[in-house]
């Protein structure tokens, strides 16, 4: 059987890192099996849906490199999801209730206040018929629940939390349909699932209960269960699900210099037994997914980490791949020579700057200046400027270390750190260099 997998995002806002990351392993889950990943707007909350929101969320994934191979919307499979509703309310699996919010807010307080659960008590199923059609004809419209089957026991096998028991008769059954007739969540998701083919349900832990809920449902609508797996909710360095994580979306990472492959490495491991490496190539963390290695405890998202895998990624990349992204004129051995600089590719240009000049240097003491004013005179044009330049300096001078180096990336360069001179003076030129270091000797 394909697997098939999907990523069922509400478009109310944009892609944060928590849902990205659901979205990448669902994708990874599917990619290891050569089954197929779904992208489902979950849009049937009308008000709160937004079209730019999609238009992004389709946008992120593209730029993630975690593009789906197909996509469903639920406002456009209402049909569907009546069809399912007609089913349930003949066999019986679905009640109007009448209860005000305010009325189950009250029933709510009353139960905890007597130290008891508060569950829904299906009062709704003990109203008589004429009350029913008497209320029905004052024009109150009903809402919904499902009747979960008390006498059939909950359990699954989760794919990261293993064995998984619920006695429904501790769940309250749950709500499926609002009074104007729209959808909760709950059975469109689940009707998708099968009407989708989905293999495969990998979502957040905050999913659990609602899982226990949809297989009853699975199991009404004459379905099997997919498999079932809930990862371990996301938390910044500052110990919980942050309002920082909940905002922080792919156009802040991007705005940050964060290249998607060094977010995608971060994500794919984080929360699990494997190392999170710089691994740029998609197969290998593809291969290496298993759901196995998935711990219970949060996932610590770390800036600082991201930020070294970033920069550590950026080292990897060749020319062809930043090309259209660095400063007009620099070439391969530009990249080549700065890149083990930089942390992200945008840093590539203050270098460039640095190749191309102008530089301003500090000043020096008479001795240094004396010293450079040497170099000058002593600078011979080969494959390999800098060591042959070094070479004669530190015999002609008795200078080693760093009074033998930093006075000549200072004048070089206007920096006492930075790239390697060796590759980094080729690209200065002979003529430039000699020039920058008979200008800093004075
Ligand atoms: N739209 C739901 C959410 O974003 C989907 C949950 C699911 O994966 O089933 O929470």
């Known amino acids: 059987m394909t697997v098939v997998t999907r990523f069922a995002p509400s478009p109310t806002g944009r ?43 389709r946008e992120d994934l593209a730029w993630l490199g ?37 009325e189950l807010e009250l029933r709510r307080k009353v139960l905890l206040g007597r130290g008891l659960p508060p569950i829904y008590d299906r009062a709704a199923l003990r109203m008589s018929d004429a009350e029913r059609a008497a209320r029905e004809a ?4 009903p809402h919904w629940r499902f009747k979960l089957d008390h006498d059939e026991p909950i359990a699954w096998h989760d794919g990261i939390r293993g064995p998984q028991h619920f006695d429904p008769a501790q769940l309250s059954d749950p709500v499926v349909r609002r009074g104007d007739g729209s959808w909760l969540y709950m059975l469109p998701s689940a009707v998708d699932d099968i009407e989708m083919g989905v293999t495969d349900v990998l979502r957040g832990e905050d999913h659990v209960s609602n899982t226990a809920l949809q297989i009853q449902m699975f199991t009404a609508l004459d379905a099997a269960p997919p ?18 994580l909940g905002a922080l979306g792919c156009d802040a990472f991007r705005e940050q210099g964060i ?22 190539a998609r197969e290998v963390l593809v291969e290496s997914f298993d759901l196995g290695t998935f711990g219970r405890a949060p996932a610590r998202f770390d ?11 950026v080292h990897q990349f060749d020319f062809g791949h930043v090309a259209p992204r660095l400063p007009a004129g620099m070439d391969r051995a530009g990249w080549e020579a700065i890149r083990p600089n930089l942390t992200h590719v945008a840093e590539a240009a203050d270098w460039w700057q640095v190749v191309t000049g102008p530089v301003e240097v500090p000043d020096l003491s008479a001795e240094d200046r004396a010293y450079l004013a040497d170099a000058a ?14 070479g004669a300096l530190k015999q002609a001078t008795g200078r080693k270390g760093k009074g033998l180096f930093l006075p000549l990336r200072l004048a070089l360069t206007g920096r006492a750190s930075g790239p390697d001179m060796a ?20």
């Open 377 to 390: 005179a002593m600078l011979r044009w080969s494959d390999d400027p800098w060591h042959g330049l070094t």
């Open 303 to 313: 800036d600082a980490e991201l930020e070294r895998l970033n920069a550590a990624i």
């Open 138 to 141: 004052a024009g109150e419209q």
């Open 15 to 57: 892609l944060h890192v928590g849902n990205i990351r659901t979205a990448l392993h669902n994708w990874l889950l599917a990619k290891q099996a050569g089954g197929r990943f779904l992208l489902r707007i979950d849009d049937t909350d009308a008000e709160r849906s937004r079209e730019e929101h999609v238009v992004a969320i």
């Open 66 to 102: 975690i593009e789906p191979d197909g996509e469903e919307r639920q406002s456009q499979r209402l049909a569907q999801y009546e069809a399912a509703f007609e089913a349930l309310q003949a066999a019986g699996r679905v009640y109007p209730c009448f209860e005000t919010q305010q």
């Open 423 to 442: 590759a980094l003076l080729p690209l200065i030129g002979e003529t430039e260099a000699r020039r920058r270091l008979g200008a800093a000797a004075g």
């Open 227 to 244: 498999r079932f797996a809930h990862e371990a909710l996301l938390t910044g360095s500052e110990g919980k699900l942050s309002k920082r």
């Open 259 to 280: 290249e998607p492959e060094a977010l995608v490495a971060l994500l794919a491991r984080i929360g699990t037994a494997l190392p999170v490496e710089p691994i740029a």
